[in-house]
Each structure stands twice: as structure tokens, then as C-alpha cells.
């Protein structure tokens, strides 16, 4: 499910399920729930009977029976392209849940019991709450919380990614999966699921997409189809009395082919395909969507809410200078600060030495092997070194090494402020180093804005969306991270309730908010976001409370993620535009078709020249049906999506697919009726 994995769009399987799902889908009971593909298979029926009565509604013509049987037929194939479409769609889907149900075998538990003992059962009796004990090379059983120890656990079965994750209890990463294997050391996990209820099996059925719910803008558009079904009804059903008194005899036949062809049957044979398109589209993007509303709300989105830390930025702050202070030489500092990060193993302290080396020091570990290394803790605020001959190097936070300074007699330099303000105003984190009494200079520590972020958020500023950045840092430190990477505000010193309160007040302006997380702290602003991706590396009530889960744990993939929501309901729309303006063409080869013979005037209207009454009426349908197949594997791809304006893209659209979808149908029809007519001729009609 990797989404670097390039997948064929219909497999040889996906293709024969397709078949049988479009013969079985033929069903009233199914097909009355899509109105407009319901219609044609009332006229479907209708001609059917006429083949074996075909005077039984006074129709006059020649081969009436072998006209009823050919409009039939095209109707029959007409729908069946229509359920083809929604069942390659479901295929799809369903193809990716069998990938995953690969990974539920009935795996054996370790289930730890109240004394303390071990017993083996199978995991389909686990409870929630139960206590298992998963070793190296053994399946997590279920979905769980590491209560203890810590492990490698491989989540490749469910992300496609093959790099192990370390989990363990306590924090943000104690989440687990059922059907993930332990790579390394043990865990013991407390079941947090029921049996058929965990995360896997709720991946599994919201892929297949057999129950997907229509969402409010597809219900919204299902609508409008079925009011200009009904308008169109009204109008073929006023046509008939109109053309008797004409003396002009229309066949039922034919009436039925002027129906289909002009109610908007395109976009209802693909309206269903593409909204199961879409949810597919983020699966395979490894993101799973609870709904089918989620992947919508993507599309909606006007406001993003992301986190600074691992979002914006790499998340670890990495040596990018250091900084002497006056009548201090830079190479005294450099030396010093290796010196003092030779033993931490931090990103920071490794990032110091590295840089160091960089910068031309030599200092090397095996050369203080005899030194005592005083590690960081939270209350002193800073680690180092105490050399044999009694010198103390320290690097740490500002107060603290200003205090050490002071305690061991030493003055501060009058240039240090300054200079600890002025990394702090570039967004870095300044670590100040001294030797005993005496200050050097200061580390800069940086926080790297992830390449490309700022191009991407000009990308969804262009396509109005507002993008807000959290972070904890102070107000200097966003202030510059913000401006680096092109945010369009921040709010600094965040904590979880702020942002509730900054999703609450976009919502309260009538804005759709998206946001990330992987906390239980952030499983409320989750919750309260309208599109909500957790990160499948985080706690249990983070992915609860969204309606997105990410398998990769990429937290910049909610980017992404709103562009898959927007070039859905683009699809959508240019689908719907496309079949629209396909009808005019329709109505210049059908309705002089019908007229001609008894008002040689409405001749005029048949601009594309089509040979005969029977041949523009066949060759509309023929073109109605086969435009659906045709168009199935831009539905299930979805349009290309390009940020821009609102205005400019429906412009653009307008005129790929509404000037597109009246040009094709005149040159598909002409040429069907340059292919059938010769054939008809021969056959009498």
C-alpha cells in the first residue's frame, strides 16, 4: 500500500469482478437508487416489450420490431457501462482490502494473567483490557497501548513502508496495531479493542466502500440531476401529443432514445464511481478516510491548522553556528563546544561535534577519555565536561550558565544579549558555553523549515486556503519560522486549548478547518476540526477522534490530502459540465430527425448532416452509451488538479469541458452515423 507503488488501473480480477458486478447491479431495487440511470432502465423494459408488441401504442414504421430491439440493446449496454463503472470503482477498493486482510490471520495471544502467568490463545477470544505479552518475531494481536517496555515493530503489512517503528509506553507513541510485528525486544500491551472491531478491520471495510454514505455536495448534485430528469420527462411527454397533432408519428421507441440521450444519464452512470473514485485516491495515498464526507471536506477547506514541530520543520534542533562573543576567538569557542558535546548523544550535541569537525577542529573523544561527561537534566539546564586538571566546560540555556558564571565569580559580556537575541529573532535556540567563570560565545541551533513548504503553502494561498502555524516556541522564534516558511499567521506559546479556540473562531467566520496531530492532547482540536488527520504512530484517542487516519505518520501529508478533496469535487463538476453541454449536440441530431419528414424546414438543424431519421437517433444513443466507458478512467483518475483562483478554474473548466463536451458529441455522432448507416439501409431502416 506503499504510496511509491504504481499500481495498474484495472487488473485482470478487478476486470471480471466488474463484469459481474454490472450484470448484478441491473437489480431495480439497486438501480432505483440512482434515478436517473432508473429511468433508462424503465425505457430499457419498455422497448423490450415492444419488440414483441410493437403496434401497442399505435407506432407505424418500417421493422418496428428490429428498430425496438436495436434501441433496446443500446440501452441494455448503456447500463451496464454505467454499473461497470461504479463496480471498477468498488473493485479498486475492495482489491486493496483483501491486501490488508492478508494481515489478519488467526494469530496466537500471549495472555498475561492476574497471577502473573502466561497462557496461549487464540486472538479472536482477546477482550478488551486483556494484557498480552508480544516477543521478537510475533504479531501484535490486536489494537493496544505499550504499557511496557519498548520494541521495533514493524508496520510494513499496514503503511507499505519497511522501516520499523519504535514504540513504547508512556507518551505519544505507545499506540499499536493489530497484525504488526514486534521486530525487536518486547512489549507488553493492553488490548484497547474489541474482536472485529479494531483499526485494521475498520480499514478493511471502509475501503471495500460497499456502504459508502453520499455525501452532502453529491446528494446536493443528485438532486439537480434528478429535477432536470423530471423537466426533460415533462418536456417528451408534452412532445407526444404535440407531434400527433402535427401528424408527425413518433415511435415510443424513439421518444424513449431522445429521453436518455438528453437527461443527464453521463454523470449519473459516474456520479457514484467518482465519490468512491475519491476515497480510493487517498487510500492508495496511504491515508484512510472514515467517510466519504472526510475526503469532501478536504475539498472545502479554507483554513490549516499545523503544528511547527515535524510539520513545518524537521523537529530537531540541529548546530547550524557558533557565535563568539567579543575578545573570545571562534576557534576557542568551537573547540570548547565539541568538547563539551563529545559524549551526548542527543541530535544537538551529535550536530555540535559534527559541525565542529567541519570547522576544522580536531578534537576527538579517545582524547578525554579520562574526563568526567555530566549529562543534561531538567533542573540544571545545561551538561559538559570536568576535565582532570579542574576546568569545567558547560554548555546550557542562557540563565543557566549565566548563573553558573556567576557563582564561580565570572562577569557576563556586555555583547551576549544581543547576540542571544538576535538567534532568537532568526527562529534558532541559542546554548550558551562558558569554561569555569568565563563565557565564549553561544551554539545556534536550528530548527530547518522542510524544503518546499513555502512554495506549497504559496500553492494553497493562490487556491485561498489559510494556513496557521502552532508552536509552543516563543513569540520571536514563530515570528521567524513563520516568515521562513510562508505561513499566513502563528500562534505562539500554544497550548492544546488554544487550538480549539483558533479552529472554534475560523469555524464561527463559516470556514472548513483541517488540522494534524498524533496526541491525546490534540484529540479535542482533532474532534473539533472538520477534517481531522491523526497520525497512525500516535495514541489511540488521537486516531479516534479523527476521520483521517495517515498510515505513514507524515504529518505534511494533509497538503496532499486537501488537493485529492479539491480535485474531487473538481471531477465532479467538470463530469457534470461535460455531460450537460453534451445534450445540445444531441438535440441537433435527434429533434430534426423526428420533424423533417413533416416540416421539411426543421431541416436546417441538422448541421451535421446525418444520413436518415433512424440513423441520427441510433447514432445519439449509440454515442450516449459508449461516451461512459470512455470516461471511466478520467472518473476513477480524477481531473488534473492545478492551484488557482476559483474564477480562473471555472473558467478553465468551462471551456476544456463545457465547450469540449458540445464539440465531441458532433464529431462522435458524425461519425457513428458515417459507420451505421450503410448497415441500416441494408437492414430496411
Not at 428498430?67 to 448503456?78: E, G, M, R, S
Not at 524537521?314 to 570548547?336: H, P, T
Not at 505561513?487 to 506559546?493: L, R, S, T, W
Amino acid at each position: 500500500m506503499s504510496k511509491k507503488t504504481k499500481t495498474k488501473f484495472i487488473t485482470h480480477d478487478i476486470l471480471v469482478t466488474s463484469i459481474k458486478g454490472a450484470f448484478i447491479k441491473l437489480n431495480p431495487k439497486y438501480m432505483i437508487k440512482n434515478p436517473v440511470m432508473f429511468v433508462v432502465e424503465i425505457g430499457f423494459v419498455v422497448c423490450m416489450i415492444l419488440i414483441f408488441f410493437p403496434h401497442l401504442f399505435n407506432d407505424v414504421g418500417n421493422n418496428l420490431s428490429l428498430y425496438n430491439a436495436i434501441v433496446a440493446l443500446i440501452l441494455f449496454i448503456t447500463l451496464l457501462f454505467a454499473n461497470f463503472a461504479e463496480s471498477v470503482a468498488e473493485g479498486r477498493g475492495k482489491a486493496q482490502a483483501e491486501t490488508l486482510k492478508k494481515t489478519k490471520k488467526d494469530t496466537k495471544a500471549r495472555l498475561i494473567s492476574e497471577d502473573g502467568t502466561e497462557k496461549i490463545i487464540p486472538s479472536s477470544e482477546l477482550k478488551k483490557g486483556d494484557i498480552v505479552l508480544v516477543k521478537t518475531g510475533e504479531l501484535i494481536p490486536n489494537d493496544g497501548e505499550i504499557i511496557e517496555g519498548i520494541a521495533s515493530v514493524d508496520e510494513s503489512a499496514i503503511t507499505g513502508e519497511s522501516a520499523p517503528v519504535t514504540k513504547e509506553s508512556g507518551g505519544d507513541f505507545a499506540s499499536v496495531t493489530g497484525g504488526t510485528t514486534v521486530v525487536s525486544d518486547w512489549i507488553k500491551v493492553e488490548i484497547t479493542s474489541e474482536p472485529g472491531n479494531s483499526f485494521l478491520d475498520k480499514m478493511i471495510s471502509l475501503v471495500e466502500g460497499a456502504s459508502r454514505q453520499k455525501t452532502p455536495n453529491e446528494i446536493a448534485l443528485n438532486t439537480l440531476l434528478v429535477s432536470l430528469t423530471i423537466i426533460f420527462l415533462i418536456v417528451i411527454i408534452t412532445l407526444y401529443p404535440i407531434a400527433s397533432y402535427l401528424d408527425v408519428k413518433i415511435p415510443i421507441s424513439t421518444l424513449i432514445a431522445l429521453t436518455v440521450c438528453l437527461i443527464p444519464t453521463t454523470i449519473g452512470a459516474l456520479l457514484s464511481a467518482i465519490g468512491i473514485a475519491g476515497m480510493d485516491r487517498v487510500t492508495r495515498f496511504n491515508v484512510i478516510a472514515m467517510s466519504g464526507k472526510a475526503v469532501e471536506a478536504c475539498g472545502d477547506v479554507d483554513t490549516m491548522i499545523l503544528d511547527k514541530t515535524g510539520t513545518i520543520t524537521f523537529g530537531n534542533r540541529l548546530a547550524s553556528d557558533f557565535v563568539n562573543v567579543d575578545e573570545v576567538s571562534k576557534k576557542q569557542l568551537i573547540d570548547y563546544a565539541c568538547i563539551a558535546s563529545l559524549k551526548d548523544d542527543t541530535p544537538e550535541g551529535k550536530s555540535t561535534v559534527d559541525l565542529a569537525h567541519n570547522m576544522g577542529s580536531n578534537i576527538l573523544l579517545e582524547d578525554y577519555e579520562d574526563a568526567e561527561f555530566i549529562e543534561f537534566t531538567a533542573s540544571s539546564k545545561m551538561s559538559g565536561v570536568n576535565l582532570k586538571d579542574g576546568t569545567k566546560i558547560r554548555k546550557g540555556a542562557g540563565e543557566a550558565i549565566i548563573q553558573f558564571v556567576k557563582e564561580n565569580g565570572g562577569t557576563i559580556p556586555k555583547d551576549l544579549s544581543n547576540k542571544i537575541e538576535s538567534i532568537s529573532k532568526l527562529g534558532g535556540t541559542p546554548l550558551v558555553v562558558c569554561v569555569n567563570e568565563k563565557i565564549y560565545g553561544v551554539i545556534y541551533l536550528k530548527d530547518t523549515v522542510k524544503p518546499g513548504l513555502p512554495e506549497r503553502f504559496e500553492r494553497l494561498r493562490k487556491i485561498g486556503i489559510k494556513t496557521i502555524m502552532c508552536t509552543g516556541d516563543n513569540p520571536l522564534t514563530a515570528t521567524t519560522i513563520a516568515a521562513e516558511a510562508g505561513v499566513d499567521g502563528y500562534i505562539a506559546e500554544c497550548k492544546p486549548e488554544d487550538k480549539i479556540e483558533a479552529i472554534k473562531k475560523e469555524q464561527a467566520q463559516g470556514k472548513i478547518v483541517a488540522m494534524t496531530g498524533d496526541g491525546t492532547n490534540d484529540a479535542p482540536a482533532l474532534a473539533q476540526a472538520n477534517v481531522g488527520i491523526a497520525m497512525n504512530s500516535g495514541t489511540t484517542a488521537a486516531k479516534e477522534a479523527a476521520n483521517m487516519v495517515d498510515l505513514d505518520s507524515d504529518p505534511t501529508k494533509i497538503l496532499e490530502v486537501v488537493e485529492i478533496g479539491k480535485q474531487l469535487l473538481i471531477t465532479r463538476g467538470s463530469l457534470t459540465t461535460f455531460s450537460i453541454a453534451n445534450d445540445i449536440a444531441k438535440y441537433f441530431a435527434i429533434i430534426p430527425a423526428i420533424f423533417t419528414a413533416s416540416i421539411p424546414q426543421i431541416s436546417a438543424l441538422n448541421v451535421m448532416g446525418l444520413a436518415s431519421p433512424s440513423s441520427a437517433i441510433l447514432s445519439a444513443l449509440i454515442f450516449n452509451a459508449i461516451i461512459i466507458p470512455c470516461l471511466i478512467p478520467l472518473a476513477m483518475r480524477g481531473v488534473k488538479y492545478k492551484p488557482m483562483s476559483a474564477s480562473k478554474m471555472l473558467g478553465r473548466n468551462m471551456m476544456i469541458y463545457g465547450l469540449g463536451g458540445v464539440i465531441c458529441p458532433f464529431i462522435g455522432i458524425k461519425l457513428i452515423d458515417m459507420l451505421i448507416s450503410p448497415l441500416l439501409v441494408l437492414l430496411g431502416l
